[in-house]
């Protein structure tokens, strides 16, 4: 893991980010219960865009 270059994720991995992050801004106007985890749904969908980023595969 020395080598940390940035590349473009898997198509897959994208929708997965974007349906979370989408989830956590809009997700109010869906069910209740997702207003009490919008934030970490938006972190969650960063945090594996992020990772599709920078981890080979994913």
Not at 9 to 32: A, D, Q, Y
Not at 40 to 57: A, N
């Amino acid at each position: 893991m020395s080598n940390l270059s940035a590349q473009t994720p898997k198509k897959t991995t994208v929708i997965i980010s974007l349906v979370l992050i989408l989830l956590g801004l809009f997700g109010s106007h869906i069910h209740p219960i997702l207003i009490e985890n919008s934030t970490w749904l938006l972190l969650g969908g960063y945090v594996f865009l992020l990772l599709g980023v920078y981890l080979k595969g994913l």
